[in-house]
């Protein structure tokens, strides 16, 4: 596997993503979604003692509680080839170590269930450091953006598999720390932050069928 240059710093924020390899898609149903949601809230921990398997699905609530986190979860969205997580590293080699344990897992599920062989993700996973408030709110944007740009989706308040749902209080689940972002923002912080998304929305929905008539 190909090595990061980039070092990974403790305390900091990065923007980390991942496609499929040849960028084939890797949630075919809505129960890869959830498998991939899942681990992805179990393997955030450091004392990880077991595989993910549905013997553990009932005791999620409990081992994030109790455990030490690896990381923190500030938003996440779920395409069909590929997916985006703003992530806060609290150990050192901690997202490193969470996104090893969360790709494995899930390509080892996903290559069971739709019987095929071999890699899922590309390697190395893609990871850009947010250095400003200003950077950190635009990414929160773009991620949660992604969606509607892409046109899987016209209203991003019944967008199942991002954290957008969890921002604006529709489902509330706290598996985000989404108080990082939406403390940025004045009262009444979920629908300004909810104004903020859609006032980007269209232009980036015009600038993602650009990009494809260019690749076309």
Partial sequence: ????VTPIITGEIYHVFNRGVEKRSVFLTDGDHRRFYNTLIYYQNSNVTTRYSFRVRKSLAKEAKDNQ???EIICFCL???HFHLLLKQLTDGGIATFLGRLTNSYTRYF??????????F???????????????IHVSRYIHLNPF?????????????????????V??????????VLDLFPKPRR???HKFVMDQADYARSLELIKHQLMD
């Avoid at 596997?1 to 990061?4: A, F, I």
């Avoid at 590309?122 to 950190?136: C, H, I, L, N, S």
């Avoid at 489902?171 to 990082?180: I, K, L, Q």
């Fill in 1 to 4: 596997m190909p090595k990061r």
């Fill in 111 to 120: 290559n069971t269930k739709h019987k095929r062989v071999g890699h899922l």
């Fill in 191 to 193: 629908e300004n932050y």
């Fill in 69 to 71: 986190k690896l990381i």
């Fill in 79 to 81: 395409m069909p080839n």
């Fill in 122 to 136: 590309q390697a190395p996973y893609k990871a850009v450091r947010v250095e400003t408030d200003e950077q950190f």
């Fill in 171 to 180: 489902s509330p689940s706290g598996v985000c720390r989404s108080e990082e």
């Fill in 149 to 169: 740009a892409s046109g899987i989706t016209r209203n991003l308040k019944t967008y199942q598999w991002s954290s957008y749902q969890e921002y604006l209080g």
